[in-house]
Each structure stands twice: as structure tokens, then as C-alpha cells.
Nanobody, 117 residues
Framework: QVQLVESGGGLVQAGGSLALSCAAS????????MGWYRQAPGKQRELVAA???????NYAESVKGRFTISRDNAKNTLYLQMNSLKPEDTAVYYC???????????WGQGTQVTVSS
């Protein structure tokens, strides 16, 4: 098992930047897949970005070129750098992780990101 705790959310003006962190309660070296999801009011939770243990990444089309996902195994932390933020990026952002394909997915409690126009 692993506990995940997000931080770094807040209120920012359009065009601004925020950096989210997701701290794990144990080593993330063996957590093969980690990612950031978001859920806006009245909408389904959607994938924002994901990263494998080997460093391969993929992004939602809506954030490509603006967001960067990274992981620091030494610090047991997942990051999401968000630049050029838009009001439509407003949502609760969640991190998740899964050790392997057949393992359960672990979620953090979420952090609110609000982008004002």
C-alpha cells in the first residue's frame, strides 16, 4: 500500500503557473505507473498526464506543451508543472499510482486548482 498526498493547488490568474506535488508514504521506485487526473464540477475525472517508472510520459491533448509531469524517486514525489494556465484548467487535481497492471490504484485526496479569467 501507499498513501499519496497532493499539495500546491491554489488560485491563479489565467496565464500563470502552479506546481503540484504528490508525496508518497513509501518508495515509489516500484510504482510503475503514476499520474495526475482532474475533475471539474459536473464533469467526469479525466487523465491529465501520466509517467512510467522508466520515465515515459503521455499527456491529454488539452495540456500538451503547457504541463510537465515528472517524478523524483529519491524524494518519493510526483510533480506536475502547470504553465499558461487557462480558466478551463480549473478542477480538483488528483495523483494516483499503481505498482503493476493487476494491482489496485491508489489515489490522493486531491488539491483544488482555480484559474481566474
Amino acid at each position: 500500500q501507499v498513501q499519496l498526498v497532493e499539495s500546491g493547488g491554489g488560485l491563479v490568474q489565467a496565464g500563470g503557473s502552479l506546481a503540484l506535488s504528490c508525496a508518497a508514504s513509501r518508495s515509489i521506485v516500484n510504482i510503475n505507473g503514476m499520474g495526475w487526473y482532474r475533475q471539474a464540477p459536473g464533469k467526469q475525472r479525466e487523465l491529465v498526464a501520466a509517467i512510467t517508472a522508466g520515465g515515459s510520459t503521455n499527456y491529454a491533448e488539452s495540456v500538451k506543451g503547457r504541463f510537465t509531469i515528472s517524478r523524483d524517486n529519491a524524494k518519493n514525489t510526483l510533480y506536475l508543472q502547470m504553465n499558461s494556465l487557462k480558466p478551463e484548467d480549473t478542477a480538483v487535481y488528483y495523483c494516483n499510482g499503481r505498482f503493476g497492471y493487476n494491482d489496485p490504484v491508489y489515489w490522493g485526496q486531491g488539491t483544488q486548482v482555480t484559474v481566474s479569467s
